[in-house]
């Protein structure tokens, strides 16, 4: 018999969101795996400086947890890891937790009908079924794709690991890479260092941020209640009516229609760069030549006029290698630095990479990662799997909807927990989505997603994003709107999952209801 009737994987928002929904729905049963030592996922891993949201906390929290005493309106890491926190004390899940506890390896036992999960201690976790919440940052990339970077003699710095304990100050230091990480870190540590040399690959887009502390009188009305939902409701209707527009839109309407629209907001945005940044050849440089959303766009009211410091310098020529001594770039320039932050990025969980052959394995030997790499990412609902039964994940293919990561993963945490507490009601050892159903979702999924790929690869084909994936796929966006998702989430069909009944186990998983 298997120890737990559910695992979930990660503590994260999503795993947090599983683990309250479990509850709700009356399986007590569970236990959530988290290879750091508290809850909050990215929340957890990150405490580099100038940490925070990039979109309003309003839409940044559970829909069964609303806050109204955020201290901002973009709040810092540690305010956001707090609130998750609290969520986890509040709801009763730390007695489900499992900290310092890393999953390598996912394998379905064909014979006893429950996952096995092999730790990195060498202990098994058993589970009848199975919620993988690892989230959208899957694991911070090890290798920086740059020769020598071991080589280096001083500190290295990454934004999910920073070590706190060495000081900056008066340094000299160097960050690589442009993304949402560094346009946080850049303006927060560019007072304290004595240079800053910043190396781009491509520019980012980078937007005003409305950011202010929110006064108690603010808080107060946040507090009244049914507020909160109203207006995040607002911003998930303009996020839908956006989406299900550049679906619905036939594509001789949509080709003029955005190409467009990034012509006339790139050429808007390096009027915007004349504003703020003082020296015309650094404004070139940080100008994009793609649409504002062909790479996560970000927010900062610091980001570019930190380009304006004397102690502050872009590079953009290409890195050739790292030295003992700094970095060097391909025109033969070595740029001597005491720490280097590699700011390079995360593997995401919309790239066939991602996922390691041999690590996930279901029914008969089917390989997830080998399955993916041969036949492209794709799942029923973006949760399930054909040959993966009683599994689900809550961050998968053609998944995200533009709304924030919580009301997403709501969505998605409902999915499968619906499914699992009907295997239970029909008494059933394994829940699998029917082959059938699978396909004929992911036929329209693809019929659907015809403007997203006009986007990501002919419109702005030549920028490098995780939007596209390494095989020219944009499985990160969901092409419907929001309330869709969430409607075929709560509301699939019962019978697009095939439920099987093995008679050892059946009393054990009746009574656990």
């Not at 690991?161 to 990480?181: E, M, N, P």
């Amino acid at each position: 018999m298997p120890e737990h009737q559910v695992a979930v994987i990660g503590a994260g928002p999503g795993g947090l969101a599983a683990g309250v929904k479990l509850k709700q729905a009356g399986v007590g049963d569970f236990v959530i795996i988290e290879r750091a030592d508290e809850v909050g996922g990215s929340w957890q891993e990150n405490t580099y400086p100038g940490l925070g949201v990039d979109i309003p906390a309003i839409a940044y929290q559970y829909s069964f947890a609303r806050n109204s005493g955020w201290s901002r309106v973009f709040p810092y890491g540690a305010e956001v890891k707090r609130y998750h926190m609290n969520v986890a004390r509040e709801f009763g899940l730390y007695p489900h937790l499992r900290f310092n506890t890393n999953v390598l390896r996912e394998e379905w036992d064909d014979t006893h009908s429950y996952w096995k999960l092999h730790t990195d201690d060498g202990t098994i976790i058993t589970a009848r079924f199975l919620i993988s919440a690892v989230g959208a940052f899957v694991r911070p990339k090890e290798d920086p794709g740059i020769p020598g970077w071991k080589s280096f003699k001083g500190k290295i710095q990454r934004p999910s690991s920073w070590d706190h304990d060495y000081d900056h100050a008066g340094k000299k230091v160097g960050i690589i890479g442009t993304g949402a990480s560094a346009v946080q870190l850049i303006p927060t540590i560019a007072p304290e260092v004595a240079e800053l040399g910043v190396f781009q690959r491509t520019p980012v887009w980078s937007l005003p941020k409305p950011d202010f502390a929110i006064p108690d009188v603010g808080k107060r009305i946040l507090g009244v209640p049914g507020l909160q939902a109203v207006v995040h409701g607002g911003v998930l209707v303009v996020a839908d009516l956006v989406l299900r527009a550049a679906v619905a839109a036939p594509m001789r309407v949509v080709r003029p229609t955005v190409t467009a629209f990034d012509r006339w907001t790139i050429a808007a945005y390096r009027r915007y760069l004349n504003r703020i940044v003082d020296d015309p050849t650094t404004q070139a440089q940080l100008a994009p030549n793609f649409g504002v959303v062909a790479k996560r766009p970000t927010m900062s009211n610091g980001y570019l006029r930190a380009f304006n410091r004397d102690n502050v310098t872009l590079t953009t020529d290409p890195i050739e290698k790292i030295t003992p001594r700094g970095i060097k770039t391909r025109g033969g320039v070595e740029h001597p630095f005491d720490m280097i932050v590699l700011a390079t990025g995360y593997e995401v969980f919309s790239d066939p990479e991602t996922y390691r052959p041999g690590t996930i394995v279901g029914r008969n030997g089917f390989d997830l990662g080998k399955f993916y790499t041969e036949h492209g990412m794709q799942a029923y609902q973006s949760v399930s799997v054909p040959s993966l039964p009683n599994r689900w994940t809550l961050v998968g293919p053609y998944s995200w909807t533009g709304s924030g990561w919580h009301a997403f993963v709501e969505m998605t945490a409902d999915h499968a927990v619906r499914a699992i507490k009907e295997g239970i009601r029909r008494g059933a050892t394994t829940v699998e989505v029917r082959q059938d159903a699978h396909d004929a979702y992911h036929r329209k999924t693809l019929q659907r997603a015809e403007a997203v790929r006009f986007y990501f690869n002919e419109l702005n084909g030549h920028v490098p994003t995780y939007y596209r994936n390494s095989q020219g796929d944009s499985t990160y966006l969901r092409p419907s709107g929001f309330f869709e998702a969430r409607r075929g989430n709560r509301k699939f069909p019962l019978d697009d999952y095939r439920y099987e009944k093995q008679h050892v186990a059946a009393d054990r998983l009746v009574s656990g209801a």
